[in-house]
């Protein structure tokens, strides 16, 4: 009889383990209902030590150690070796949503083996993590802003769509797990002055701040954004991290947005430190967590929150909801979940910086150039003319040059790499640094160019020059640019070039925002602006100069003349600002790009003239390759405005990138509902749609007008 019990007891006993298991550790729960049991779990001290960045262990419960700050920009950053894909505005050039979609595909998939990997070896470390603080979508509007290179450019529609993309890549599509967590950031109406971003108020009207700051952000929370980070400044008063206008108001109670909301790091002691709001920081982490922060990227909360709820600024409950936030983005990365219960834990050391994703670095930096000038088609250069090739210029070789900011570790085909790599043995390449970035008087390889057959000169910033307050060491405004220029030392080394080589030179310029090209342009025969181009960026550069690939990238922000023509840059207005706004001179406008071939537009005549609320404007294009090669067009569809006070002098509301072979044809669709057309009414403080006559305008930039198509809109 002892027998059989013993028999009957071992065949019940894992039934009764799991009836046992806590409710939080059973996956096939709801969600919601294993994060309630979790918290309820918790003493109030353990709560607390979950809600910072570096969020500590609670072994009783078998919660690890974790540290939330990882960074994603264009590539897994600051972890070792992983994919290095052209910086954030470059990626924005191409004007291809679908293949940001894929970059962002392969660096989920390398964070998640890198995370694995280190997991395997009990290592819980910063930037080794799944909760990425990426993407950037805060709108350049003004190229002074040393970080605009980590944004999609200075139009919300395109940023919009463009972060929607990378989004949908990094978090992945498993209906249940998400392979790694995406942040939006940084909200909101942030884009300089760098060097003052933790004591500056962005005065701003509700019209711009709906229009133009709040848009992308808006259209990321509906795609399902896990994460939101709250900026350092003020606006109109308020520090964003203790905003009720900006989090409690707009983003959790209008957009019910359902994710967590994590602090920029330390922008809590910047409260009463610097805006000095506020008494101290007991009372910041109360009003932090009251307004919607979850998440705090130092140690403030971690510390203050206990004080805070003994001196009843917080209640438990109010904790418990923080807490419960980001609790929800752990569960759905599997972190309380056996390890084979993710599809993403097979993941490993092959799949880091393999063939298929250099492969794809190297198609995304393709994409990302853009040729600013081509006189007498001297572009693309057949291999067979040119027997000897001269390589010159700061930027030939440097790493930095070719990263960008935020940023991993990997094997760099630099630029005097790629060219040598593309012609062979057979053809004679030579390289000379040729100058530095400070002295205007002593050059080297004038001689050699002379004795080549072609020159390409790579000139331009690196990201010491531009960049984050800190990062960007050697620029002038603390990470901003003073002026649009090139260093000195760049423009009168191409001058003496173009005065002593009376051959072709190929001016290759790196940068992540608007330059002088102007300066530059008369001693060179064809310019390639590069962006910062990641580690493929030396061979996409030699597939274009010798036609392998016929250069596709269009400009995502506008090329000034001038700043003497832009408003002052710390106003926030955006009268006289991007190309929405601004009908002054430029050197190029947004959107442009040239190409090696030609293409000509025509619809099918089916274009309706009448809308109404509820409708979709829909065209169909014919797009013709007119030209000699194989080639990329990127379509884009503007609208123009009825004339009404403050209403932009163009937008950007549709965008289609179509691969035409030479002699060919391809036809796209471009839809655009009518709702994207409504505008802030600041009156009545709601979206409006204004009746009247549009055009829609379809061309290769945002001056360009191959096809206009007027219609009206009735309500």
């Known amino acids: 009889m002892k027998i059989i019990r013993c028999a009957l007891l071992m065949i019940l006993m894992p039934g009764l383990l799991c009836a046992q298991a806590p409710a939080y550790k059973n996956n096939k729960l709801p969600l919601n209902t294993r994060v309630k049991d979790l918290v309820s779990r918790l003493t ?54 679908e293949l940001i979609k894929q970059v962002s595909t392969v660096i989920s998939t390398e964070a998640r083996a890198k995370y694995n990997l280190a997991i395997a070896q009990d290592r819980h470390l910063q930037y080794m993590g799944l909760t990425f603080w990426t993407p950037n979508i805060n709108i350049f509007r003004d190229p002074r802003w040393g970080r605009g290179q980590e944004t999609y450019g200075e139009d919300p529609f395109l940023t919009s769509r463009m972060g929607a993309a990378f989004v949908k890549g990094l978090q992945g599509d498993d209906p249940k797990y998400l392979k790694a967590s995406a942040t939006a950031k940084h909200y909101a109406v942030h884009s300089g002055p760098e060097a003052g971003r933790h004591e500056f108020n962005a005065i701003i ?15 990321l929370v509906d795609g399902g954004v896990e994460s939101v980070m709250c900026a350092y400044n003020r606006v109109n008063g308020e520090p964003c991290c203790t905003s009720n206008t ?19 790091c330390w922008a809590l002691d910047d409260i009463f430190l610097r805006h000095k709001v506020m008494p101290d920081a007991v009372h910041v982490a109360a009003a932090a967590i009251k307004a919607g922060v979850d998440l705090d990227c130092s140690t403030m909360l971690q510390s203050e929150v206990m004080k805070a709820v003994k001196m009843k ?27 084979t219960a993710t599809p993403y834990y097979v993941y490993g050391a092959d799949s880091v910086n393999n063939v298929s994703h250099i492969a794809l670095a190297r198609k995304v930096a393709q994409q990302s150039m853009v040729m600013l000038k081509n006189d007498g088609s001297i572009l693309p250069l057949n291999k067979n003319k040119y027997s000897s090739i001269m390589v010159v210029g700061p ?11 935020y940023h991993g570790v990997s094997k760099v085909i630099n630029f005097v790499e790629g060219i040598t790599a593309a012609v062979g043995p057979g053809t004679r390449v030579e390289y000379d640094l040729g100058a530095d970035s400070r002295d205007t008087t002593h050059f080297g390889g004038i001689w050699a160019a002379q004795n080549s057959d072609v020159t390409v000169a790579v000139l331009g910033l690196s990201p010491v020059n531009e960049g984050e307050e800190g990062d960007a060491f050697l620029a002038a405004g603390g990470g901003d640019r003073l002026n649009l220029s090139l260093p000195e030392s760049h423009i009168k ?6 005065k002593e080589v009376h051959k072709p030179i190929i001016a290759v310029l790196t940068a992540g925002s608007d330059i002088d090209v102007e300066a530059i342009a008369p001693y060179a025969d064809a310019i390639i602006l590069a962006w910062y181009p990641g580690e493929q960026g030396g061979n996409a550069l030699a597939d274009l100069i010798f036609g392998d690939v016929s250069p596709s990238g269009h400009l995502p922000l506008t090329f000034y003349k001038s700043l003497d023509n832009l408003p002052d840059y710390k106003d926030y207005n955006m009268k006289g600002r991007t190309y929405r706004y601004y009908n002054g001179p430029v050197q190029y406008p947004f959107g442009f790009g040239l190409s090696y071939t030609s293409f000509k537009y025509s619809t099918d005549g089916s274009f309706k003239a009448d809308y109404h609320l509820g409708d979709t404007i829909t065209v169909n294009v014919n797009i013709n390759n007119t030209g000699n090669m194989d080639g990329d067009e990127v379509v884009q569809a503007y609208v123009k405005y009825p004339q009404s006070d403050r209403m932009p ?50 061309g290769s930039n945002s001056q360009d007008e191959k096809l206009v198509m007027p219609f009206n809109l009735t309500l």
């Open 395 to 405: 930027n030939a070789t440097s790493y930095d040059a070719m990263l960008g900011n």
């Open 246 to 264: 900006l989090l409690s108001n707009i983003l959790l109670k209008e957009w019910q947005f359902k994710g967590h909301v994590v602090t920029d």
């Open 649 to 698: 002098l163009t937008e950007l509301k549709a965008f289609k990138r179509v691969n035409v072979v030479k002699g060919g044809k391809q036809i796209i669709t471009i839809k655009i509902p009518v709702n994207e057309l409504q505008k802030w009414d600041l009156a009545t403080h709601k979206w409006k749609t204004y009746p009247g006559s549009y055009r829609l305008v379809l």
């Open 205 to 219: 009207d509700e019209k711009d701040l709906r229009e133009t700051y709040l848009y992308a952000f808006k259209y």
């Open 44 to 97: 109030l001290e353990e709560k607390i030590s979950l809600l910072g960045y570096n969020s500590k262990a609670v072994p009783r419960l078998g919660i690890p150690a974790y540290n939330w700050w990882n960074e994603g920009l264009h590539g897994v950053a600051r972890a070792g070796e992983a994919t290095i894909f052209p910086q954030a505005i470059g990626m924005a050039a191409t004007f291809n949503d």
């Open 493 to 498: 080394y191409l001058k003496k070039l173009r």
């Open 313 to 339: 600024l917080l209640t438990v409950a109010e904790v418990d909801k923080a807490l419960s936030a980001i609790l929800r983005t752990e569960f759905k990365l599997g972190f309380y979940d056996e390890r």
